[in-house]
């Protein structure tokens, strides 16, 4: 249902612009950007409702942000100024995660 893209291996101190383009229509539905690092457990980086409330986990506020379009299903998670501690797989999802899960992103920040 969920297909991420955009992933890759950057320096710290660099971007990244993930996209999540979804089958199916979820304009009703809250969204979340989620990750998973090795060996722990999976958490919502940045959500928003479907009203438009955005939040963000304080480790990526002023760093990332999350937007969407609503017609084409579309969800993208602009990341600047990335750290080794963003290392991780990246997925969209419900912020509980409801929905399948799809492949996921590879995002790699090291020097």
């Known amino acids: 249902q969920f297909v991420e893209s955009g992933g890759g291996s950057v320096q710290p101190g660099g971007s990244l612009r993930l996209s999540c383009t979804a089958s199916g229509s979820y304009s009703e539905s809250a969204m979340a950007w989620h990750r998973q690092a090795p060996g722990k457990q999976r958490e919502v980086v940045a959500s928003?409702?479907?009203?438009?409330?955005?939040d963000y986990m304080d480790s990526v506020k002023g760093r990332f942000t999350i937007s969407r379009d609503f017609a084409k299903n579309t969800f993208w998670l602009q990341m600047d100024s990335l750290k080794p501690e963003d290392t991780a797989v990246y997925y969209c999802?419900?912020?509980?995660?409801?929905?399948?899960w799809g492949q996921g992103t590879q995002v790699t920040v090291s020097s």
């Open positions: 999802n419900h912020p509980e995660g409801i929905f399948a």
């Open positions: 928003m409702s479907r009203l438009g409330r955005i």
